[in-house]
Nanobody, 125 residues
Framework: QVQLVESGGGLVQPGGSLGLSCAAS????????MGWYRQTPGKQRELVAT???????NYADSAKGRFTISRDNLQNTVYLQMNSLNPEDTAVYYC???????????????????WGQGTQVTVSS
């Protein structure tokens, strides 16, 4: 099976920075897209940023210019560097891996999507 393990959440003051990381583990052959979403109580989960294996990125308007997504394809890890944080960025941040090909052999592999367990980011003075 495949697991996504996130780290790096916490409390930060407005204007501060925080970095998140998410590592996918298991018998993985490839991952198409890795990214970050966030959710606050009573709201739908929303896109923050995604990155394909070909380094194509997609950012929410709220993240453009402040957040940077990157990934290490060999380590199946995705990162999110968040700068100039404000209280509206407070949320649970979820890692997502789409198009994960995994299995005991490529010929008998599976393809599916996964979510991480979420990590809390709180921006407050």
């Amino acid at each position: 099976q495949v697991q996504l393990v996130e780290s790096g959440g916490g409390l930060v003051q407005p204007g501060g920075s925080l970095g998140l990381s998410c590592a996918a583990s298991g018998s993985i052959f490839s991952i198409n897209t890795m990214g970050w979403y966030r959710q606050t109580p009573g709201k739908q989960r929303e896109l923050v940023a995604t990155m394909t294996s070909g380094d194509r990125t997609n950012y929410a308007d709220s993240a453009k210019g402040r957040f940077t997504i990157s990934r290490d394809n060999l380590q199946n890890t995705v990162y999110l560097q968040m700068n100039s944080l404000n209280p509206e960025d407070t949320a649970v941040y979820y890692c997502r891996a789409e198009g994960v090909r995994y299995g005991s052999s490529y010929e008998e592999s599976f393809l599916r999507d996964y979510w991480g367990q979420g990590t809390q980011v709180t921006v407050s003075s």
